[in-house]
């Protein structure tokens, strides 16, 4: 005896399909709605505040003139640190910052957008030129950290970067008591 075997009538196979579209479908909605909620936020309530400075400007006077970058002691006892990216290099290459206290990162760029992060934390930014980048951090433990451009900006990007070095905040404490702005370039 032969024959063809006849499939059973079974339409769960199609169901099934037809759910898992529907959550497919579902998720590509939600998607967009959330794309238009975000787009409308932003136009109707721009962010608070957003600080600029001119990049052709920055050498000849004002926050990111070369004598105020680096490290400081803020009166709370907080540091802020400025620095510049340009092609191909961070000024100052090495950043000194103490741990155990809040750092605030101010940095901008003088020429194209470079990124900025430092490894083993979350701190990642971009440096666009025009506008100031703020980011505030806390490191735990001294050690020293790599800080490489991460957006690329030319054919020198892969050479750019610098190093962050986290020091005992006594130590850094007794460095600042007689330097205005600290870092660690040799
Ligand atoms: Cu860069």
Same mark, same amino acid.
């Given at each position: 005896?032969?024959?063809?075997?006849?499939?059973?009538?079974?339409?769960?196979?199609?169901?099934?399909?037809?759910?898992? @579209?529907?959550?497919? %479908?579902?998720?590509?909605?939600? +998607?967009?709605?959330?794309? &238009? $909620?975000? *787009?409308?936020?932003?136009?109707?309530?721009?962010?608070?505040?957003?600080?600029?400075?001119?990049?052709?400007?920055?050498?000849?006077?004002?926050?990111?003139?070369?004598?105020?970058?680096?490290?400081?002691?803020?009166?709370?006892?907080?540091?802020?640190?400025?620095?510049?990216?340009?092609?191909?290099?961070?000024?100052?290459?090495?950043?000194? @910052?103490?741990?155990? %206290?809040?750092?605030?990162?101010? +940095?901008?760029?003088?020429? &194209? $957008?470079? *990124?900025?992060?430092?490894?083993?934390?979350?701190?990642?930014?971009?440096?666009?030129?025009?506008?100031?980048?703020?980011?505030?951090?806390?490191?735990?433990?001294?050690?020293?950290?790599?800080?490489?451009?991460?957006?690329?900006?030319?054919?020198?990007?892969?050479?750019?970067?610098?190093?962050?070095?986290?020091?005992?905040?006594?130590?850094?404490?007794?460095?600042?008591?007689?330097?205005?702005?600290?870092?660690?370039?040799?």
């Amino acid at each position: 005896m032969s024959g063809t075997a006849i499939p059973p009538n079974d339409d769960s196979a199609e169901r099934i399909e037809r759910r898992w @579209a529907m959550v497919a %479908v579902a998720i590509v909605v939600i +998607m967009v709605v959330m794309a &238009v $909620i975000g *787009g409308v936020h932003q136009a109707v309530m721009p962010q608070s505040h957003v600080e600029t400075a001119d990049p052709r400007r920055l050498h000849l006077g004002g926050e990111f003139i070369e004598s105020n970058l680096g490290s400081t002691v803020e009166p709370d006892g907080s540091v802020t640190v400025r620095a510049i990216g340009q092609q191909y290099s961070f000024t100052p290459d090495c950043i000194l @910052a103490p741990a155990g %206290v809040p750092v605030t990162f101010r +940095m901008t760029s003088a020429d &194209v $957008i470079h *990124g900025f992060l430092i490894t083993d934390t979350n701190i990642n930014l971009m440096l666009v030129p025009g506008y100031i980048s703020t980011i505030t951090a806390r490191f735990d433990t001294p050690g020293e950290r790599h800080m490489p451009c991460h957006e690329f900006c030319g054919v020198g990007h892969e050479g750019m970067w610098a190093r962050v070095k986290i020091i005992d905040k006594a130590e850094f404490d007794r460095m600042a008591a007689d330097r205005r702005r600290l870092s660690c370039v040799e």
